[in-house]
T-cell receptor, first 112, second 114 residues
Framework: GEDVEQSLFLSVREGDSSVINCTYTDSSSTYLYWYKQEPGAGLQLLTYIFSNMDMKQDQRLTVLLNKKDKHLSLRIADTQTGDSAIYFCAEIPLYNTDKLIFGTGTRLQVFP | EAQVTQNPRYLITVTGKKLTVTCSQNMNHEYMSWYRQDPGLGLRQIYYSMNVEVTDKGDVPEGYKVSRKEKRNFPLILESPSPNQTSLYFC?????????????FGSGTQLSVL
């Protein structure tokens, strides 16, 4: 089956690191993505990782992929108030590369 | 500016009154898709299209129709809206390239069906 799960909320203090977690059940996924949705806006791609990689770093963002546990995480270093948004992980399963399956979304709240 | 444009941004209607949400992209993308976003459920795909005159059902197609007569436009049609179709709708597009599945999203349409 295909199911991508995330915790609904995360609250962090400005300057701390945030870690947003995602678990998925379809181990045959090809690409895994992190999208950011700011209030009143559509989703924007933050970063992605190919399934044969374990880690990808992009400035303040670090993506970790544990294929054995089917676990994807997004770490945001030095979290800022502008990082407050909903974050969605998404996967493309190998059985249907036309399809992008989204997680339930994690609302990140950054407080001063 | 490269973008996906949806209209309207907000729509309030009554049960049974047909409506259309328009979506247009100026990036010459082959692939276009409609999603609905509901609290605790994330984004669920309604319909998608790989090219002109080619459309396929997503995960939640019931109660919706789409058409793809031109490459740039992909309207979402609700023939007889019901309250359970109250949701936030997003249109998205991308090129049809393997390994480049970055989706470009519109700003969303908040639909309320009374």
């Amino acid at each position: 089956g295909e199911d991508v799960e995330q915790s609904l909320f995360l609250s962090v203090r400005e300057g701390d690191s945030s870690v947003i977690n995602c678990t998925y059940t379809d181990s045959s996924s090809t690409y895994l993505y992190w999208y950011k949705q700011e209030p009143g806006a559509g989703l924007q791609l933050l970063t992605y990782i190919f399934s044969n990689m374990d880690m990808k770093q992009d400035q303040r963002l670090t993506v970790l992929l544990n294929k054995k546990d089917k676990h994807l995480s997004l770490r945001i270093a030095d979290t800022q108030t502008g990082d407050s948004a909903i974050y969605f992980c998404a996967e493309i399963p190998l059985y249907n590369t036309d399809k992008l399956i989204f997680g339930t979304g994690t609302r990140l709240q950054v407080f001063p | 500016e490269a973008q996906v444009t949806q209209n309207p941004r907000y729509l309030i209607t009554v049960t049974g009154k047909k409506l259309t949400v328009t979506c247009s992209q100026n990036m010459n993308h082959e692939y276009m898709s409609w999603y609905r976003q509901d609290p605790g459920l994330g984004l669920r795909q309604i319909y998608y299209s790989m090219n002109v005159e080619v459309t396929d059902k997503g995960d939640v197609p019931e109660g919706y129709k789409v058409s793809r007569k031109e490459k740039r436009n992909f309207p979402l049609i609700l023939e007889s809206p019901s309250p359970n179709q109250t949701s936030l709708y997003f249109c998205a597009s991308r090129p049809l390239l393997v390994g480049n599945e970055k989706l470009f999203f519109g700003s969303g349409t908040q639909l309320s069906v009374l």
